[in-house]
């Protein structure tokens, strides 16, 4: 699995993943709760926290385009449900490989 992360600043973290995730609740299976939430795309899952004045996500998929593809998705909506705070484009960029127990690559 290839993972991406980033942070970014914003009061609303916990209100956007509730959108973020009922929004994708139509489609895919969602999970979450307070200051937490998951998505599972066929592409990827997203996984996002809410810390005190920032939202965490973890974006996970098997290879590069659908890493890509997770992400575009991710920051795509995310900037549509915070234009108010005008927040710049996520860098969802620390890349690296994560092995899964009994997974060989």
Do not use: W
């Amino acid at each position: 699995m290839l993972t991406a992360t980033t942070r970014c600043e914003t009061p609303n973290a916990g209100k956007y993943i509730q959108q973020l995730c009922k929004h994708f609740a139509h489609k895919v299976e969602v999970a979450y709760g307070e200051g937490h939430g998951q998505c599972r795309f066929s592409c990827g899952t997203a996984t996002m926290n809410a810390g005190l004045e920032e939202l965490a996500i973890m974006v996970e998929a098997a290879d590069t385009g659908a890493l890509n593809e997770t992400k575009q998705v991710i920051e795509s909506h995310l900037a549509r449900f915070a234009f108010r705070e005008n927040l710049q484009p996520l860098a969802l960029a620390r890349l690296r490989r994560r092995f899964r127990h009994g997974a060989c690559s």
